[in-house]
């Protein structure tokens, strides 16, 4: 039999039960890779943990070896009781994942997203009024933001109001998963031990379950709710372009299976680039507010390229003009890492590399904090510095470098927005750094209180709350974020 990768030492039965922690997990994961090297293994109670700490290991294994490692750990209690299962980020490698990937990649592939460019571009100056009108509230402007993009990109739903219904309910539901079915990680006794799913729901022990029953009308709800409307929309000739529009009028028609696919791949996107987007967008703010003399460069350019103040709001076709910002995006995903272990894959069945066997249903988490750190590739990594994107380089190393290709997974689960994040965040960004003075926010006495940013999360890198004052950066600027025209 050949040995598992090195790792940790494991108790006897329990196994790595004491080593895994709840805060930051990756920088445990990233200090047992300077200790155990590119593959990490380790296991509780059994159930095998396995980090890819390298690219090169990453690519071998998850891009490379994708049909063994594409499937998703079972999780009964929001899979099943909770009624979350067919959401794609859930659903178990299989016909269903696949169906479900080849629509994302219909309506989310690279060449499908300038068509969203106009409701994009229309999404920015919404989201810097609501900034300036709620500047304590920066959090709540990006969700408002991101939250109707998505809305108008899956359902063609237009978001005018904070309480817009279709917003209330798909929030709802995804503050539910988010904050109550998978804030400790998405494991529940139930996932443990399976059986207790058979207890009856009266019994005093089984509260989770009667919890699992509402919460999973809530989640159904707001599955049918956005998508009746656009059915309703192309009964009436109403329905603008959109993700579902697109695919249910296709000339051929859709079968009931295809609806079901519709249905569950185009709610399942809100959830996922809720946190991730919000944790990008503070992520840039900290490194604004640290790295002050990038924010100046990055308006200069700006200024330079589109008139003083500026002269307008910067536009897709500004951004081959824009190299800082655009080093400023990619720096900013390295830096932020907003999902440092990705979302761990499960192995289906036993494997071996380089001598070492990683059992079957092991998951396995590709270390992107660890690969994005490495000093190798970026010299002084805890540093936020742009201007390593701007070195001439050849294409190959260009390509290598780029966070871009880590940040987002690997293999067959690999984030099918990433294309849209591509425009969306980089022009939320280049919408701040063109109209916004981003500066710490100020004591009672006017002295500037510099944030120290706290994780508390095991999944995202989500910072928590922390002060920052958001103003216009010029008369110009509050106008151009005024201007209704
Ligand atoms: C900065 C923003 C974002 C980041 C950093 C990000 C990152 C990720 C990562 C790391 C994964 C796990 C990949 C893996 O398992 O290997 C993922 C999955 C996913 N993301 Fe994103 N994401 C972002 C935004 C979005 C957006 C805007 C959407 C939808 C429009 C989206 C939809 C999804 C879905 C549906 C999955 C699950 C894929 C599957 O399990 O097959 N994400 N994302």
């Known amino acids: 039999r050949l040995p598992y990768p090195p790792g940790p030492k494991p108790w006897p039965v ?12 990756w920088l445990a994961a990233t200090d047992w890779a300077k200790e155990h090297g590119e593959i990490v293994y380790l296991h509780i109670a059994g159930q095998g943990l396995v980090f890819l700490n390298s690219i090169r290991v990453a690519t071998e294994l998850m891009d490379k070896r994708g049909a063994i490692y594409s499937d998703r750990a079972p999780l009964v209690m929001a899979g099943e009781l909770c009624g979350a299962g067919d959401m794609v980020a859930f659903t178990r490698y299989g016909p269903v994942s696949r169906r479900q990937r080849r629509l ?6 690279k060449a499908s997203i300038p068509a969203y460019h106009p409701l994009i571009a229309s999404s920015t100056r919404p989201f810097l009024r609501n900034v300036l009108a709620s ?8 969700r408002r933001y991101a939250g109707g993009l998505n809305l108008n990109v899956v359902y063609g739903l237009e978001v005018t109001r904070n309480d817009d219904p279709y917003l209330m309910k798909v929030e709802g539901a995804t503050d539910l998963l988010a904050n109550h079915i998978t804030s400790g990680g998405g494991i529940w006794a139930v996932d443990i031990l ?29 599955v049918d709710f956005p998508y009746n409307a656009v059915k309703a929309n192309i009964a009436t000739g109403t329905a603008v372009p959109s993700f579902c529009s697109t695919l249910l009028q296709q000339p051929d028609g859709l ?24 944790t990008t967008a503070q992520h840039f703010l900290l ?19 589109l008139g003083s103040g500026p002269g307008r709001l910067p536009t897709f076709e500004d951004r081959p003009m824009l190299p800082f910002v655009e080093a400023v995006f990619a720096e900013t995903m390295r830096w932020a890492v907003p999902v440092p272990l990705a979302l761990p894959h499960r192995l289906t069945e036993d494997d071996v590399f380089e001598g070492k066997l990683i059992p079957k249903g092991s998951l396995i988490f590709a270390n992107v904090w660890a690969m994005l750190r490495d000093p190798e ?44 994040v591509e425009s969306s965040v980089w022009l939320l960004f280049a919408a701040m750094l063109a109209t916004l003075d981003i500066s710490p926010a100020v004591d009672a006495e006017g002295h500037p209180r510099h944030p120290v940013p706290v994780f508390d999360n095991s999944v ?21 974020i005024e201007d209704d025209t």
């Open 104 to 109: 994302m990649s219909l309506g989310l592939s």
């Open 377 to 420: 590739v970026y010299p002084e990594p805890d540093v936020f510095n742009p201007e390593r994107f701007l070195e001439k380089v050849d294409d190959a190393t260009a390509r290598l470098r780029d966070p871009r290709g880590y940040v987002f997974g690997f293999g067959r689960r690999k984030c099918p927005g990433a294309h849209l």
């Open 287 to 305: 490194a604004m507010l640290a790295y002050p003399e990038h924010l100046k460069r990055a308006q200069a350019e700006i200024d330079s390229a």
């Open 460 to 480: 995202f890198r989500t910072p928590n709350p922390f002060g920052v004052t958001l103003r216009p950066r010029s008369e110009q600027a509050r106008r151009l």
């Open 194 to 222: 399976p059986f207790l799913k058979h207890l009856p729901d009266w019994l005093p022990g089984a509260g989770f379950k009667r919890k699992a029953a509402i919460w999973k009308k809530e989640i159904f709800e707001s």
């Open 135 to 142: 500047p304590d509230d920066f959090v709540g402007a990006v």
């Open 255 to 278: 079968s009931e299976l295809d609806e079901f696919d519709v249905k569950w791949t185009a709610n399942s996107m809100y959830a996922a680039s809720m946190d991730t987007t919000i």
């Open 14 to 25: 329990l196994g790595n039960v004491t080593d895994v922690r709840a805060n930051e997990f």
